[in-house]
């Protein structure tokens, strides 16, 4: 390790009452240990506090918001009740993900996330080869991430067009992926230019999504319709023919396990945040425990309201929320107000998910894993975030907007890929804590520790993960078309296949994993 990035803190200089270096790139005496231990340079300000990283990694996960985009899928595998019940599950599985992250993010603060975790965790003989592949899977992730949130909100624009001008506006593709492209640059623009905000513009978007989640409720459960109870928490569905509603509604929980992945968000800022070791794994915790309060009662209330399910299905909007508003209120006018909020929010997640994928980005390009390295995690003088890594991100994104021109199946077929490649992270680093465990070797100390019940949550959380990655490969009817097909399996292999080979070429010779820069005198 290169000595020179050792930043022990010098007892000359002021420090207050709770140990924070005066300066916006120190943080606290931890803090500045802490990448002494990891061996890496710190670039970016600790600007980050608890409220400003919980706005962050809140509206990143962004349940109630996700849930009302895509419950179309669900509705149609298992049904209302399927979709209730399933959602209770991944709930009870992704806070179990959540304390084991948390733990792992106390242990080593670091934007790395779960492919330094791999590495610092995983047995000695394959931490190299393992971490690799999960910091692709990672940065896959948050890179599809990052394109969703854009064009959900380019589409939900075009649908409100379509709900308001049915008779002149002819719809077209290209209109939806332009709007989210040009999304797309304004964010890559704000993350690049006004990064400075990013901390006071996160505790305004916390309020956004509080407030729009009770602007949307409270018109839902005033003004629209009402369905039986029984056919809200008891109806289930296999409107695809799987023969069993239990594998029907296992195919459908990959709609609420959509909305709840990006737990890690949080972990990916752990360089801009003061006091991370102690705040990130809090966090990361109050993260999940409140979207997953707000995402279940927008469920249940949106379940509640649904009105004539074929009618939303069929929607020229594209989306059978937009056509809920439109019957709720008895107005396109009402149903393009409350769309607008869904639109604002998803912008506000483009941005925040577009700040975490460059972090993702620039921490494994820091540690040569992918093409191009160098330029990737170059900080420019006079800039205080990673300016190449944002601009890789967003032409990422807008080469992905361009697949939806060509066949919006293809799109969404990539995109369905997001989810699967997170739950693979989530399940490596889990399972390299998990394997220390099991053997009795000692862990980092940390700030927040899961104790006795560390292995037992670690396993909970693994045998979910399991299962979900199965059934995420399965394709949404049996014995499907080939345009119908979940070519997602296809996709995920192909990322493999792409890393490998850069692996075979170039990575081995110059990756050798982030636990190789660690200092363990410290």
Not at 320 to 329: C, G, M, R, Y
Not at 436 to 460: D, H, Q, T, Y
Request: glycine residues 10%.
């Amino acid at each position: 390790m290169d000595k020179s990035l050792s930043y022990r803190v010098d007892p000359t200089e002021d420090v207050n009452d709770d140990g924070v270096v005066l300066g916006e790139k120190t943080g606290t005496v931890a803090d500045r240990n802490a990448m002494a231990r990891l061996g890496k340079e710190q670039l970016f300000k600790r600007n980050f506090g608890f409220v400003s990283i919980f706005g962050f990694a809140l509206i990143i996960m962004g349940t109630w918001e996700a849930v009302l985009a895509t419950v179309a899928f669900g509705l149609g595998n298992g049904g209302p009740g399927g979709l209730i019940w399933t959602f209770i599950a991944t709930y009870i599985g992704f806070i179990l993900i959540s304390l084991s992250m948390a733990e792992m993010a106390s242990m080593a603060p670091t934007s790395g996330g779960q492919y330094h975790w791999v590495s610092e965790f995983a047995p000695p003989n394959v931490q190299k080869l393992l971490s690799y592949f999960i910091g692709w899977f990672g940065i896959l992730g948050y890179q599809i991430g990052t394109t969703i949130g854009a064009f959900v909100a380019g589409t939900m624009i075009q649908g409100v067009i379509i709900l308001n001008n049915p008779d002149i506006y002819h719809f077209e593709r290209w209109h939806g992926t332009l709007i989210a492209m040009a999304i797309t640059l304004c964010v890559a623009l704000f993350n690049i230019f006004l990064a400075n905000h990013l901390p006071l513009v996160e505790g305004i978007i916390l309020v956004l999504h509080i407030a729009g989640f009770v602007a949307i409720l409270i018109p839902l459960w005033v003004m629209a319709p009402r369905t039986p109870s029984s056919q809200v928490w008891t109806s289930f569905t296999d409107g695809n023919g799987w023969g069993s509603i239990g594998v029907a509604c296992l195919i459908g929980i990959i709609t609420n396990v959509g909305s709840m992945v990006g737990g890690d968000a949080a972990a990916h800022m752990a360089e801009e945040l003061k006091s991370a070791s102690k705040i990130l794994p809090r966090a990361m915790i109050w993260t999940i425990a409140v979207n997953g309060i707000l995402g279940f009662v927008m469920l249940v209330t949106f379940l509640y309201t649904l009105g004539d399910l074929e009618q939303d299905l069929a929607t020229p909007t594209g989306y059978p929320v937009i056509q809920v508003f439109a019957t709720a209120t008895e107005s396109n006018g009402g149903a393009a107000g409350l769309t607008s909020i869904l639109i604002v929010l998803n912008v506000c997640a483009n941005l925040t998910t577009m700040a975490g994928s460059s972090r993702q980005l620039f921490s494994f390009a820091r540690d040569k894993g992918v093409p191009f390295h160098r330029w990737v995690s170059r900080v420019p003088p006079g800039y205080d975030v990673p300016v190449n890594a944002i601009i890789v991100s967003a032409l990422c994104s807008c080469i992905f907007h361009c697949i939806n021109i060509g066949s919006s199946i293809a799109f969404n077929i990539i995109m369905s890929i997001g989810t699967v490649a997170l739950l693979t992270s989530y399940m490596v680093s889990i399972g390299s804590i998990t394997w220390r465990r099991i053997r009795g070797l000692p862990l980092l100390p940390s700030k927040f520790s899961l104790g006795r019940f560390g292995l037992g949550v670690n396993l909970a959380a693994l045998a979910f993960c399991a299962i979900v990655y199965v059934f995420a490969f399965f394709p949404p009817m049996p014995n499907p078309p080939a345009v119908a097909m979940n070519w997602a399996c296809a996709v995920y292999g192909g990322v493999v296949l792409a890393a490998f080979a850069y692996y075979v070429v170039r990575a081995r010779h110059v990756y050798v994993g982030p636990v190789a820069y660690v200092d363990k005198s410290i």
